[in-house]
């Protein structure tokens, strides 16, 4: 079991930056056994996927936010990061946090669903 919030969302311009936590409860397994992402969800649009994390730390990015968006994790803190650089209009959106209990240490992480445990999102506006 796992409880995620998230935190750090707000207004930035275009081309500035934010940087977004994700604060995770684990109940019963360390967060070391999870694998972990991150999602957003614009207005009209469909959730989609912005990167995700596996638990040996291995990285997968979205094509639209490669190069400026970066994940990390922070096990003993129970702690999920997401840093946004370069902030664009079109990543304004909810984003998420997300986890799922992951037995295979290497598996490598993947951005097409499949996550158990979703935190309620924290809102970001890029707007000048």
């Known amino acids: 079991q796992l409880q995620l919030a998230e935190s750090g969302g707000g207004l930035v311009q275009p081309g500035g930056s934010l940087n977004l936590s994700c604060a995770a409860s684990?109940?019963?397994?360390?967060?070391?056994?999870?694998?972990l992402a991150w999602f957003r969800q614009a207005p009209g649009k469909e959730r989609e996927g912005v990167s995700c994390?596996?638990?040996?730390?291995?990285?997968v990015y979205a094509d639209s936010v490669k190069d400026r968006f970066t994940i990390s994790r922070d096990n003993a803190n129970e702690r999920l990061y997401l840093q946004l650089n370069k902030l664009k209009p079109d990543d304004t959106a909810i984003y998420s946090c997300?986890?799922?209990?992951?037995?295979?240490?290497?598996?490598?992480?993947?951005?097409?669903?499949?996550?158990?445990?979703w935190g309620q999102g924290t809102q970001v506006t890029v707007s000048s």
């Open positions: 994390i596996s638990r040996s730390g291995s990285t």
């Open positions: 684990a109940i019963t397994l360390n967060l070391n056994y999870y694998t």
């Open positions: 997300a986890a799922v209990y992951t037995t295979d240490y290497f598996t490598r992480c993947a951005l097409n669903g499949g996550y158990r445990y």
